[in-house]
């Protein structure tokens, strides 16, 4: 067995997955769930967690959405970005590839499971307010996660950096930042 001399990391995947808000034209909702187990224990997530030993980061990500929220067959899942900020868990050094993910139908589909206390659904809204700075808001009855966050472009793409965040574990405000930021694009360029 070969020996590294570099400390490896542990691999995560995180889901975004995003549905259309019937009641709000042109609206979204994201689906979140409520950690049951420490860190962060009693916080909203992403759906996700830990690449097993002979697995690919792809096949994680559709694994752990499936186990806490019953989510298996998404319209479609495409890889967004890979987040690896140090200190971004605290648990350890962790890498996550984060996915985004459209659900046309999802009445009936979401439960709660594995680590997950609670699966559900909030509407989200995330817009630019001007000097390069943008909000985020989820509800979903008395629950309201909030973030705001600053931009620049550098080359094609949008760098976010969070200015602010309330409710949302680990760095899952930074990922829903860029992930909302995608899929608002993505559905723009069908739309026209």
């Avoid at 096949?59 to 900020?85: C, W, Y």
Wanted: charged share 25%; proline share 4%; with cysteine.
């Amino acid at each position: 067995m070969y020996e590294y001399e570099w400390s490896m990391p542990n691999m995560t995947a995180d889901i975004a997955v995003f549905t259309k808000n019937k009641e709000v034209e042109g609206g979204l909702k994201l689906l979140l769930i409520k950690r049951g187990l420490d860190p962060f224990k009693g916080c909203y997530a992403l759906p996700g967690g830990f690449v097993e030993e002979g697995e690919t980061v792809d096949h994680a990500a559709s694994r752990e959405l499936m186990e806490e929220t019953g989510v298996d067959k998404p319209d479609f899942i495409n890889q967004l970005r890979t987040f690896s900020e140090p200190g971004r868990d605290p648990r350890g050094w962790t890498i996550t590839g984060t996915y985004i993910a459209m659900l046309s139908n999802p009445e009936n589909k979401v439960h709660a499971g594995d680590d997950a206390k609670e699966a559900k659904w909030f509407d989200i809204t995330f817009e630019n307010t001007g000097d390069n700075k943008w909000e985020l808001k989820l509800v979903n009855g008395d629950d309201v996660l909030t973030a705001s966050y600053v931009s620049c472009k550098n080359g094609i793409a949008t760098d976010f950096e969070v200015t602010s965040s309330n409710g949302l574990a680990f760095d899952h405000s930074l990922i829903v930042g860029y992930a909302a930021y995608k899929i608002q694009s993505v559905l723009r360029h069908m739309e026209a």
